[in-house]
C-alpha cells in the first residue's frame, strides 16, 4: 500500500487498482474510506485507479489537529499526492462529499486538471445544497417499490427535523435494493470516520462566490454525473452546478441512486471511460439490460 507525506506532515494512504492512463479517485461519505468505491463497477479496465483514503479514514493516519478534516483544509492533500506520482497534469473523478473537495482543488489549481469528473457530487462548494423538498420529491418517484410504504416516513420525519436517521429509508440512497445495495451499506458503519465527517463542511469551509470567480479560468472538461433517482443532489441541482464549469457536460443516468457503479455498472463505465477516455469508441453497451434500469 503506498503512501506520502501531508503538508503537515500525516501520513496518507491510496490504493492504486487496474491498468492505463492513472485517475485520481478521491471518495465521499463524508470521510468514508475508498474501500466502498470497489473498482467503479469495472472502470479498472481502462483506467489506473489511484483511490485516496483521505486522512483519518482507510489506511491513512488520523491528523494531529482534528480541524484539518474540513474539506478546504484538505486541498493541499490532493496537491502533494499529484506532486508524489509526479504528474504535471491529472485527471480526477470524485463522489459525493468528495465533489466539493474536487471542485475546491480545480479552483485553486486549474492548471493541473486535465478532466473532471464529479459523479452525484455534493455542490457545496458552489453555495447550492440539496434542500428535503427535492429528496421528498425524489424519492416519491420509488412509490412502486415495495420497501417504499415502511422507508417513506421515517425519511420525511429525518428530513423535517421530527424524527432520527433510520437504517430502513437506505433504499433511497440506491438504485436498486438488491443484495449488493445490502452489503455496500452495511460497510458503511465500519468504514466512515463520523468524527471527521461532522468536521468536513464546517463553517468557514466554503466561499462559494470565491470559488465560483477562480473556476472561471478552468478550461478542463468537466462531466457533472447524476443518478436518475437520486435525491441529493438530483439532476436539477447537477445541472444548475454545470454552470459554474466553463467547459462542462451533463449526464443523467436512468434507474441509478446516488452510487451509479452498483445500480448499472456497464453503464456507468460505458459514459465515464467514454469521458475520460476522448477519441476512443466508448465500451459497447450490451443489448440485455435490466428492466428496472430502463428509461
Do not use: K
Amino acid at each position: 500500500m503506498p503512501t506520502f507525506t501531508a503538508p503537515d506532515g500525516t501520513r496518507l494512504a491510496y490504493h492504486v487498482r487496474g491498468d492505463g492512463e492513472p485517475l485520481v479517485v478521491l471518495p465521499g461519505g463524508p470521510m468514508r474510506a475508498s474501500a466502498y468505491l470497489g473498482d467503479l463497477g469495472g472502470l479498472t479496465a481502462h483506467r489506473r485507479l489511484l483511490l485516496l483514503d483521505l486522512r483519518g479514514t482507510g489506511d491513512s493516519e488520523v491528523p494531529a489537529d482534528p480541524a484539518s478534516y474540513r474539506c478546504d483544509q484538505q486541498v493541499a492533500d490532493v496537491e502533494m499526492l499529484r506532486a508524489h506520482m509526479g504528474l504535471e497534469h491529472m485527471d480526477v473523478l470524485a463522489h459525493s462529499a468528495g465533489g466539493s473537495l474536487a471542485t475546491l482543488y480545480a479552483a485553486a489549481h486549474p492548471h493541473r486538471i486535465r478532466r473532471l469528473a464529479l459523479i452525484t457530487g455534493n455542490p457545496s462548494a458552489l453555495g447550492l445544497r440539496t434542500t428535503p423538498r427535492e429528496r421528498l420529491a425524489a424519492a416519491r418517484l420509488r412509490s412502486a417499490e415495495p420497501w417504499f410504504d415502511a422507508a417513506f416516513p421515517p425519511f420525511e420525519a429525518w428530513l423535517n427535523g421530527t424524527g432520527d436517521f433510520d437504517e430502513v429509508f437506505m433504499p433511497f440512497f440506491y438504485g436498486r435494493w438488491d443484495d449488493t445495495a445490502r452489503a455496500h451499506d452495511a460497510a458503511a458503519e465500519e468504514q466512515a470516520n463520523d468524527e471527521a465527517g461532522d468536521r468536513y463542511f464546517a463553517d468557514g469551509a466554503f466561499a462559494p462566490e470565491v470559488t465560483r470567480n477562480a473556476l472561471r479560468a478552468l478550461t478542463a472538461p468537466v462531466l457533472l454525473y447524476a443518478g436518475e433517482f437520486d435525491g441529493g443532489p438530483g439532476p436539477a441541482l447537477v445541472r444548475r452546478a454545470a454552470e459554474a464549469f466553463p467547459n462542462a457536460e451533463v449526464t443523467v443516468q436512468p434507474g441509478a441512486g446516488h452510487y451509479p457503479w452498483l445500480d448499472d455498472p456497464e453503464e456507468f463505465v460505458r459514459r465515464t471511460a467514454g469521458f475520460l477516455n476522448p477519441g476512443t469508441p466508448e465500451p459497447p453497451r450490451a443489448a440485455v439490460r435490466h428492466p428496472e434500469n430502463t428509461p
